[in-house]
């Protein structure tokens, strides 16, 4: 095909109105590029794809190597490329280059005006060698003239650079095999019968030269068979022959096959092996036969697939001009009158193919990759019906079998399973039925017959005839009065290449059997068969775990519910006022620990009435109580992470409410969702951290670990599920808008009390403190609500000596149980959670310094009035300093208590008050506690 006609044939895609993208442009310059065959045109072709890439072109002069000079010539004008100066020198290089200008004196004198230097600023000379790789040496050298590159034109031209060496590389290669490989025959004992060809040929070179062309005008059918049919045609008159065929080369060069014998386009293409006899010799030496070289077992199989008997025969190579590979074999046979093929009947046929082997070629891979896109279409939406069938085994293996049959024209088609346990195949959907529960499931054993065969080997089985198979069973046929003609058995696998099971399609329909085709489709849908089959057992798998896990959590939240009497005896005297439940408790001074166990609930209740949450979003008080029960109810009881450490974070959430006006930074919504976070902060707790349930493989990492935070998110969705709960919902009369918001703000609050969280943010919070809060900054809100729920999950450290040693001896004893797990799991625990190596005091200071007080110096710095809080914090940590001395044993004493050290914190107390009295500072103790108070 001509270059300029094939670059215009594909830019008819274009609308005329819209000029073609920079990536069109370059796919149509490859194109173009693939398709040179021809010396005489490849330069036209290169200086067309050049100037359509690269910018504003000025002058392009190609130079190739001549294969017998071993010159790079020009021909534009013809001359040839100087053999030293600095051109030379930068082709020597085999590198691109790009420059101002070459030296005139090596340049001709048609390159002087666009090449020569000094060139004007916005101009450049490109100097590009094409390199073939295989031996290192120049096969071509292109001089360009253009505008300076851009990034993309640098990458286009990079790309084209490739695509024109292998177009250089090909044409050379049909250059150094001659214009056209003529096959001659030689003459041995077994050729004599191919007579001379005469003086008086039936038409000169001329009109051999105008038939062929009107051949050729004729080809235009994008049907390979119809195409065959007019060369078969043209081909019977010239020879003079009663039928002729084409034995095509498959792609894979294995076999040989027939679509079209004389006049009649074959029902199923005929195919055999390329090792089969002399037939595939021809292929490998690229020499013509006759009938007289060939077997008596290959004439008989030719004599079947023409239907008559061959006398004589002609069998010639047809060679790709691109490749130089014999691509088929064009077979004359019976010359008419008795007489022998000469060499001009073989001249005729290589002349014949000379000029049409290429749309020959091209037709059948353009009706392959029509018959691909078929059966890709097929099977895309195979996958659309199979894959919206999975909740039901049943119903998808009806789908299946319907489908294909759909896709090779079969009259029946039945789907085995492979039960491995019993070694058995079990069709449970037979020739398109579903077995009925009362009957039995189709059984027959899992190495017997077809489907057994096919299920031991997980190879395709092909059979043409039946009845003639010896693993076919015919008493079925016998008894039914069905005739089974040829059968298609093909393995389904799963993912690991296991058989799972077998699927048979019996008797094709419109055809003698089942062809290549259909094999090909069969191994392609058995692959959709097989995962959608997997996937169907597997979707069955997790439907029965989630209803485990339904029934479970059902269960779970039958034994959290609360019953009218709990909820009638919580409400029975109404809300208690704040200031009933102890004068200190909206100060940070008050410790929530010593509020009894049954009393909490009701401070939950008059925390909300205090802080006005109540009116404001209109919560019903039965389903606030009934809430509020359900979570105290949701918590388990480790040492520490327990339901008393809830009500603790929460009630520093109000003090920080009351204490620091939290209404001037946060919105209200914000400062609710952040009480009832604290609620629900540790709900479920395990007593065992992130890492514990990563490297335990536990339920929880296997829901979470991909997204980080495992405690944190469950106890969010745990939260979520006590809501969900019927009477539980405290943000019924919310808005769609804030039912949703108040969810999202939960979650990121709560997932703020992963420390590992807090560690990343810290440096956004310190630019924070430094820059100073910004009510309108949304992600000041953010990272604001995050250090208030860190400061209120760790606002034991606030209280006084006497709590923080009880918290000490609370966590310790809950982290030294973890440790005693990892260790009987054979993993080596952290220093902290091994009772045998933790020194209490100094992983107290440690973490007062780098965790707690930088914390609590951030709030300060943002709430000025919170100072208090890190100066008690501060004085907690000097106390550990001082009474580290009595603590002379790793992990906790023996009876599990911190108490002794409250002696030491006494003595010390003692001491300084006796201070304070020889000072007069201070008369009584009784007298300092009040002023403390």
Not at 860 to 865: A, C, R, S
Request: charged content about 25%; some cysteine.
């Amino acid at each position: 095909m001509d270059a300029d006609v094939s670059q215009r044939g594909q830019q008819v895609f274009l609308k005329a109105d819209e000029p073609p993208s920079h990536s069109d442009v370059l796919q149509d310059a490859l194109l173009s590029l693939g398709s040179i065959i021809e010396t005489s045109s490849i330069r036209e072709v290169i200086k067309d794809v050049f100037e359509a890439v690269l910018p504003k072109v000025e002058s392009i002069f190609i130079y190739l190597l001549d294969v017998e000079t071993n010159k790079l010539l020009c021909d534009d004008p013809p001359h040839e490329l100087p053999r030293e100066g600095q051109l030379r020198d930068f082709v020597i290089k085999q590198k691109r280059v790009e420059c101002s200008g070459l030296p005139p004196s090596e340049l001709h004198e048609k390159q002087v005006n666009s090449l020569a230097a000094p060139l004007p600023p916005d101009k450049q000379v490109l100097i590009i060698p094409l390199v073939d790789l295989d031996n290192g040496r120049v096969i071509s050298v292109i001089l360009v003239c253009c505008n300076q590159l851009s990034e993309a034109n640098e990458k286009h031209l990079s790309i084209l650079e490739k695509h024109v060496t292998v177009a250089c590389k090909r044409v050379q290669a049909i250059q150094a095999a001659s214009k056209w490989p003529r096959v001659s025959l030689s003459p041995s004992p077994s050729q004599k019968s191919l007579a001379k060809s005469e003086s008086s040929e039936s038409g000169t070179y001329s009109d051999l030269d105008r038939k062929i062309l009107q051949l050729c005008g004729e080809l235009y059918d994008l049907d390979a068979a119809s195409l065959q049919l007019k060369v078969i045609n043209y081909l019977q008159q010239e020879t003079q022959s009663l039928c002729c065929c084409l034995l095509l080369v498959s792609e894979d060069n294995h076999q040989l096959f027939c679509q079209v014998v004389g006049d009649k386009v074959m029902e199923e293409e005929i195919s055999f092996p390329l090792t089969f006899g002399h037939l595939g010799k021809v292929v490998e030496k690229k020499k013509s036969i006759t009938l007289q070289d060939i077997s008596p077992e290959e004439h008989r199989q030719l004599n079947r697939m023409l239907g008559f008997e061959a006398y004589s025969m002609l069998c010639v190579p047809v060679i790709s001009r691109a490749t130089v590979q014999v691509v088929a074999l064009a077979c004359a046979f019976n010359k008419r009158g008795g007489q022998k093929y000469t060499e001009a009947d073989e001249h005729k046929i290589q002349h014949c193919f000379c000029y049409t082997s290429t749309v020959l070629t091209s037709t059948l891979a353009f009706q392959k990759e029509q018959k691909l896109k078929f059966e890709c279409q097929a099977l895309l939406q195979v996958a659309k019906n199979l894959f919206t069938h999975l909740d039901d085994v049943s119903v998808l293996l009806q789908e299946i079998i319907i489908e294909a049959r759909n896709l090779s024209n079969a009259e029946i088609c039945s789907v085995f399973l492979l039960d491995r346990m019993n070694h058995e195949l079990v069709a449970k959907v037979f020739d398109g039925g579903v077995v009925n529960d009362d009957e039995n499931e189709f059984r027959i054993p899992a190495d017997q017959g077809i489907a057994g065969h096919v299920a031991t080997t997980g190879k395709i089985l092909n059979i043409k005839d039946a009845y003639s198979h010896p693993l076919f069973y015919r008493g079925v046929d016998d008894s039914t009065g069905f005739r089974t003609r040829n059968i298609l058995c093909f393995p389904i696998k799963d993912e690991n290449n296991e058989v799972i099971g077998v699927a048979e399609l019996v008797n094709k329909i419109n055809g003698p059997g089942f062809n290549r085709f259909d094999e090909d489709l069969a191994t392609a849908f058995s692959i959709y068969c097989g995962i959608s089959i997997a996937h169907s057992l597997l979707y069955k798998k997790v439907h029965e775990a989630q209803f485990r896990s339904h029934l479970a959590n059902e269960m779970m939240m039958y034994h959290m519910k609360v019953s009218e009497e709990e909820m009638t005896k919580l409400l029975t005297f109404g809300i208690q006022p704040v200031n009933e439940i102890h004068p200190s408790f909206a100060y940070f001074t008050y410790t929530p620990r010593s509020l009894p166990d049954d009393d909490t609930p009701m401070a939950i209740l008059s925390m909300f009435e205090d802080m006005g949450f109540i009116n404001t979003y209109k919560i019903d008080i039965q389903t606030l109580a009934r809430f509020c029960l359900m979570v105290k109810k949701g918590y388990r009881d480790p040492p520490y992470h327990n339901w008393m450490h809830a009500f603790s974070v929460s009630h520093f959430c109000y003090l920080l409410n009351q204490n620091l006006e939290l209404s001037k930074y946060l919105e209200d919504i914000e400062i609710f969702a952040l009480f009832v976070s604290c609620m629900c902060h540790d709900l479920d707790h395990r007593g065992t951290n992130n890492s514990f349930q990563v490297d335990s493989q536990s339920v929880l990492a296997a829901l979470y670990s991909s997204e980080g935070s495992v405690m944190e998110r469950h106890h969010f969705a745990q939260a979520i599920a006590i809501l969900n709960t019927h009477g539980c919902n405290i943000f019924e009369q919310f808005s769609r808008k804030d039912y949703q918001r108040m969810l999202d703000l939960m979650r990121d609050i709560i997932l703020a009390t992963d420390l590992a969280h807090h560690l990343r943010i810290f440096k956004d919070l310190q630019k924070m403190a430094d820059v100073g809060y910004d009510p309108k900054n949304k992600h000041h809100h953010s990272l604001i609500l995050c250090l208030l729920m860190t400061s209120c999950d760790l606002s034991d450290q606030t209280k006084g000596w006497k709590t923080t040693t009880k918290i000490a001896e609370l966590i310790y004893k809950e982290f030294f149980s973890q440790g005693d797990l990892e260790k009987a799991m054979g993993n080596r625990p952290s220093e902290m959670m091994d009772r045998e190596k933790a020194y209490i005091p100094e992983l107290q200071i440690s973490f007062m310094e780098h965790i707690a007080m930088p914390i609590y110096k951030l709030l300060q710095e943002l709430f000025p009035k919170s100072a208090e809080l890190y100066e008690r914090v501060s004085a907690n940590r000097e106390h550990w300093t001082k009474v580290s001395h009595k603590f002379t044993i790793r992990g906790l004493p023996s009876n599990n208590s911190l108490d002794f050290l409250d002696e030491e914190y006494d003595q010390l107390e003692e001491q300084a008050e006796e201070s304070l009295k020889m000072n007069g500072c201070l008369e009584t103790k009784g007298t300092r506690e009040t002023i403390e108070q």
